[in-house]
């Protein structure tokens, strides 16, 4: 059956939860009310799913959103608008066949009709080469490293959206994006009730 990148439903949290904590070291483990409030939150929270299993998922958000982590937080001091990439897991038997290209070609497809930067980190201890290379290979670039006050020491990564200015240019300054489904933003549960949109 047909692969499907689609929103997240919370139905999918439990999934979702157990694939993100057998991730192993490259991810941080997480519990049901963070990922509840994730999924609150993110601008952007979509899953893969084939045969009605979820192969993987990846979560981001604007840099308006009310996030306290601390790699999030440097994005926010440093720049002014960027979509930011908190977490993508592939479970263990979906890795290696180009899932999480999909998946950063999908969260750029709706970044770079918002925002003109894609950020995100990746661990420097342990160092995962292959994930530092496949970072370097999607175009993103070291803009910064700090140490996590509780975690392990990061790579600050950004990339330049250059469709960004002609999206500006032609649609956000001048009404906004065309109303269409594929541009619409996902319903957050949290909207309407204190986030910013």
């Known amino acids: 059956m047909a692969l499907a990148i689609r929103d997240v439903r919370e139905h999918d949290l439990d999934?979702?939860?157990a694939l993100n904590n057998a991730?192993?070291?490259g991810i941080l483990a997480t519990d049901l009310d963070r990922l509840r409030y994730l999924y609150d939150i993110a601008h952007y929270f979509r899953v893969a799913e084939q045969d009605g299993r979820i192969l993987g998922f990846l979560i981001a958000m604007r840099?308006?959103?009310d996030y306290t982590s601390p790699n999030f937080r440097w994005f926010q001091a440093h720049y002014e608008s960027f979509v930011y990439i908190d977490r993508i897991v592939i479970a263990s038997k979906s890795r290696g066949h180009g899932l999480g290209r999909i998946f950063y070609c999908d969260v750029q497809s709706y970044a770079e009709v918002r925002v003109p930067l894609l950020t995100c980190e990746v661990f420097l201890e342990p160092r995962n080469d292959q994930t530092v290379l496949f970072h370097g290979t999607m175009g993103f670039q070291e803009v910064g490293q700090q140490k996590m006050e509780e975690g392990p020491k990061v790579s600050l990564l950004a990339r330049e959206l250059p469709s960004f200015p002609f999206v500006r240019e032609r649609y956000l300054e001048?009404?906004?994006l065309p109303k269409v489904d594929w541009l619409a933003e996902r319903h957050r549960p949290m909207d309407g009730v204190g986030a910013v949109a």
């Open 63 to 65: 840099q308006d959103t």
């Open 15 to 17: 999934a979702v939860l």
């Open 174 to 176: 001048h009404g906004g």
């Open 23 to 25: 991730a192993g070291t």
